[in-house]
């Protein structure tokens, strides 16, 4: 879904530009309700996803580019920010080459057409950190996630997703001091997506008639709030809780007990850990009847 600011009326639009930059401050600051598309990054000539917007590691740059950038630019909900920023490692530093943004176009059956801060202006934004005719990210002190590749893992929200290949890239006043590289892949085996209530009850086949005080409950809710995998897709490490109809200890060490039993559940390598994605944080319905 796009937004599209215009300049009908001077109070709207002062008043657009002011909830616009509200937004990205508060994005700034916490998560984004949809995922982000990020930014582009070259790394020796090739591209790759940048999973961040470095230019909000400093609020007064975000504002200096807001005011810079055209009222008139698309933006959706998978790009607060409305611009796209390409970046470049070269002699182990950061540049930032250009940024682009999409202008609404009436005349266009797409109704958007991309267009390209100028580098007069790109300069005039970030002159603090201009090397002559490049712009070097120096404000940046922190690591950043590059990615390419098939997508592994994706939640709704900011960044929270992987890739086939990622890089985490340490920089210290815009240059890079480290770099790891990552192949990550899934195993498969179970987990808890898409895992219907009858495949549950087989799975996790809990002996409800030991609770007399859940003869009337149709339906348990379980949280399981740790979890840790290994290589093989065995359940080191879970601990489960249950939410509904209420504090149930006995009931909640039967189904940990079930769990460590089934196997292999589904690992996934990421960035050198084992990660159990599909198992810790949900909130699992078990019903204890058809």
Not at 191 to 214: G, Q, T
Request: some cysteine; proline content about 3%; glycine content about 6%.
């Amino acid at each position: 879904m796009r937004y599209i600011y215009r300049n009908d009326n001077p109070f709207l639009s002062t008043m657009k530009r002011l909830l616009f930059f509200l937004t990205l401050t508060f994005a700034s600051l916490a998560t984004y309700a949809t995922g982000q598309e990020g930014d582009v990054i070259f790394i020796d000539g090739v591209q790759w996803i940048l999973l961040d917007k470095p230019v909000y590691s400093d609020s007064a740059l975000s504002h200096a580019l807001e005011a810079a950038l055209p009222e008139g630019r698309g933006v959706n909900t998978a790009n607060w920010a409305g611009y796209t920023a390409y970046w470049s490692i070269r002699q182990e530093k950061l540049f930032l080459d250009s940024i682009q943004y999409e202008v609404y176009d009436d005349t266009s059956a797409k109704k958007f057409r991309t267009e390209r801060l100028s580098s007069d202006i790109l300069l005039r934004v970030f002159n603090k950190y201009a090397e002559g005719e490049c712009i070097v990210a120096k404000w940046l002190n922190r690591d950043i996630r590059a990615a390419k590749g098939k997508m592994l893992y994706y939640v709704h929200s900011e960044y929270h997703r992987n890739y086939e290949n990622e890089r985490i890239i340490s920089i210290a006043q815009g240059e890079v001091c480290d770099t790891k590289e990552y192949q990550n892949y899934v195993v498969d085996g179970f987990s808890f997506d898409n895992c219907s209530a009858k495949e549950l009850r087989e799975k996790f086949p809990l002996h409800i008639e030991r609770y007399p005080e859940l003869a009337d409950v149709k339906r348990v809710v379980f949280k399981i709030e740790k979890a840790s995998v290994d290589a093989q897709g065995n359940l080191v490490e879970c601990k489960v809780r249950v939410m509904k109809p209420g504090s149930n200890e006995r009931l909640a060490a039967e189904m940990e007990r079930a769990m460590k039993a089934c196997r292999p559940w589904r690992v996934m390598f990421i960035n050198g850990q084992y990660r159990s994605y599909g198992i810790e944080g949900y909130y699992v319905p078990y019903a204890l009847e058809e």
